[in-house]
């Protein structure tokens, strides 16, 4: 005779479910806190001496793509990019170029 408790679901279907929650919710965390890697960049230098301070939206290896304070969208090539850096926000910052390191 059946236990009159256990109505039939097996404890290895509920660890099964229980595990396989576990691991959607690790990879939907992880997958998510890597999108925010990339916007950390706050200002561009070009080749040609203009800097744009600004959001990084995307990188590919054509084109960057950046959206600036003013709500303006730049679109420039990617082999223009002469300096990548992030704004500190308190204190100074040494801007490191090939010139500085020694």
């Known amino acids: 005779m059946a236990d009159p408790g256990r109505k039939g679901i097996p404890t290895k279907f509920l660890y099964v479910q229980i595990l396989l929650i576990v691991c959607f919710v690790f990879c939907c965390t992880s997958a998510f806190s890597q999108i925010d890697q990339s916007i950390n960049i706050k200002?561009?230098?070009?080749?040609?001496?203009?800097?744009?301070?600004?959001?990084?939206?995307?990188?590919?290896?054509?084109?960057?793509?950046?959206?600036?304070?003013?709500?303006?969208?730049?679109?420039?090539?990617?082999?223009?990019?002469?300096?990548?850096?992030?704004?500190?926000?308190?204190?100074?910052?040494?801007?490191?170029?090939?010139?500085?390191?020694?």
Not at 58 to 85: G, H, P, S
Request: aromatic residues 6%; charged residues 25%.
């Open 43 to 102: 200002r561009v230098t070009f080749t040609d001496g203009t800097i744009v301070q600004g959001q990084v939206v995307q990188m590919t290896v054509d084109t960057i793509t950046i959206w600036t304070v003013d709500d303006n969208i730049i679109v420039r090539k990617f082999e223009d990019v002469e300096k990548l850096e992030n704004i500190a926000t308190s204190g100074p910052q040494l801007e490191e170029t090939p010139a500085n390191w020694k």
